[in-house]
């Protein structure tokens, strides 16, 4: 069986996959990555499908290398990347040789990188999945050292493909919808929530992330007297001092401080990928948008895997050929 070796890893780097549905009952959320979309396009680059496994690389080097060729996905966070002294586009396949090493590093933009293998990470599961729950006591961070045990890569030689570049590491906007306790903010705490100006805060981990704002807290009415309820990704929950926090992947079951609404599935990757510092802010949205912009996951990776392209363009393919200049500086046919 194909191995991989870690021969540099940063700390709380972890694999990750889609997360344990059906466990909440237990006091267990669903987990898995941060970044939900990068393990997508992970799959779309490399022909898997929704059970795709990856490591997940919180802002920090790392490198590695395989003793079989194994293509490779690199996504999420951008970073800088080498392998055999060539550099290696983000948010593309590239094929790894067998004791090659691939080198990562982060740029300061975003948090979490992804690396996924084309055989596939082929470790034990725990209730069905690959994936480390710190919080739920399942699994372990990675460390240099490890040896992970990968299926073989079927398609060595299928051609690269890249896809188009996202603006969701950079902050900005998050849609958001109400909740069973929206009304226990006053309308002037809604309308103070929606033109905050938030940054992200050092405070934050996988379970979830403070947001710090310039003004008053946001406090709810009768917040001492609400009752502990099932908790979802993406809650905005407030403590007792009015600090909003969005809860992530490893988040808590069940919580009593008051939530001041949710964020869509599709905005939770743009609120956990940001870098301490960035600027956020919400914009609340109706039930019925956030109905219609809800795509399932599978469709989702299908509508992915249909915009990706070949990361090296065929020549019979290019349009214009003649008109782009291939050969630079001047040729005169005279000998020195």
């Not at 069986?1 to 890893?9: D, F, K, Y």
């Not at 090659?100 to 069905?128: H, K, M, N, V």
């Not at 908790?231 to 009593?256: C, K, N, R, S, Y």
């Amino acid at each position: 069986m194909p191995e991989l070796l870690l021969h540099q890893i940063g700390p709380n780097a972890s694999l990750q996959d889609l997360g344990r549905e059906g466990y909440l009952r237990f006091g267990l959320s669903r987990g898995g990555a941060m970044d939900r979309l990068a393990l997508l396009e992970a799959a779309a680059l490399l022909g898997q499908g929704l059970d795709i496994a990856a490591i997940e690389l919180p802002s920090a080097p790392v490198t590695l290398s395989v003793d079989a060729p194994q293509r490779v996905a690199l996504t999420g966070a951008p970073m800088l990347a080498e392998a055999g002294g060539r550099s290696l586009q983000w948010g593309a396949s590239h094929l790894l040789e067998a004791g090659e090493a691939l080198s990562l590093r982060p740029t300061g933009r975003g948090l979490y990188g992804y690396i996924a293998f084309g055989g596939g990470i082929e470790t034990d599961l725990t209730l069905g999945r690959r994936s480390a729950h710190f919080t739920g006591g399942l699994g372990r961070a990675l460390a240099a050292g490890d040896v992970l045990p990968l299926g073989a890569d079927n398609k060595p030689s299928a051609p690269p493909r890249k896809l188009a570049a996202d603006n969701r590491f950079d902050g900005g906007r998050i849609r958001f919808v109400t909740g069973p306790q929206t009304e226990l903010y006053s309308a002037e705490t809604r309308a103070a929530f929606g033109a905050a100006r938030f940054v992200k805060s050092s405070h934050a981990n996988r379970q979830a992330a403070k947001l710090d704002h310039q003004g008053a807290p946001f406090a709810a009415d009768g917040q001492l007297g609400v009752v502990s309820e099932v908790i979802v990704p993406g809650d905005i929950q407030m403590t007792g001092a009015g600090e909003p926090f969005v809860l992530l992947a490893e988040h808590q079951t069940m919580g009593g401080y008051p939530r001041i609404g949710a964020v869509i599935g599709q905005d939770i990757a743009r609120v956990a990928q940001a870098s301490v510092g960035v600027e956020l802010w919400f914009e609340q949205i109706s039930l019925e948008e956030a109905d219609r912009l809800y795509t399932p996951e599978n469709e989702l990776l299908r509508r992915i895997r249909d915009a990706s392209e070949p990361l090296l363009r065929d020549p019979r393919e290019m349009n214009g050929l003649l008109g782009y200049q291939l050969i630079s500086g001047m040729i005169t046919g005279q000998e020195d």
